[in-house]
């Protein structure tokens, strides 16, 4: 981001266009940042999900995505984040997070609370969906990615490059696997 003093001139344009919905956009501290949206999964709820990225939206996927968005409960979602910008401009072996070329990313949350008996249905559709929208992924961000996965997904999520940077540094720091498990580089 920029320094904060930016901040109304160049947001200027888009709140003299018409009048927003909704305008969130303020200097705030991180943790702020980080938090405002902790209301909309709440502390107790249950989540499995899966994660997608895409070069591109191909009409096949947006078809995929349609399809498999609404046939479930009304407390799962999909939500879709348009990547670019920063994230491309970084070049890919600079930090752990790889994948920079993607244009979108799609996360895939099944959810249920504690009194509905619904586990194994929620799980179902966040697979099929993920199972409709696999072809056309190009890769997977790290943190979308559920425990069950396994070491194959989490090479995906790394690309071979990355992978093998952060298994030198785990075989460094943690060579007994405290924090858990790294595939083959």
């Not at 890769?139 to 090479?155: H, K, M, P, S, W």
């Not at 298994?167 to 790294?182: R, W």
């Amino acid at each position: 981001t920029a320094p904060a003093e930016n901040g109304p001139d160049a947001l200027a344009p888009l709140r003299s266009f018409g009048s927003p919905l909704v305008d969130l956009v303020a200097p705030r501290p991180y943790v702020q940042l980080q938090s405002m949206l902790d209301p909309a999964v709440p502390h107790g709820w249950h989540y499995y999900w899966k994660s997608a990225e895409f070069d591109r939206l191909e009409d096949a996927t947006i078809d995929a995505i349609v399809d498999n968005a609404a046939q479930t409960s009304q407390r799962s979602y999909a939500v879709m984040f348009h990547l670019g910008g920063a994230i491309q401009d970084t070049p890919e072996d600079a930090t752990a997070y790889s994948h920079r070329h993607a244009r979108h990313n799609l996360n895939i949350n099944g959810v249920w609370t504690a009194d509905h008996d619904i586990a194994e249905r929620e799980i179902a559709w966040t697979r099929a969906f993920h199972a409709a929208v696999r072809p056309w992924e190009s890769g997977v961000y790290t943190n979308f990615l559920d425990q069950d996965e396994g070491l194959d997904r989490i090479a995906q999520a790394f690309g071979p490059p990355t992978l093998k940077r952060l298994a030198t540094v785990k075989h460094n720091y943690d060579p007994d696997h405290i924090f858990g498990e790294l595939p083959p580089a």
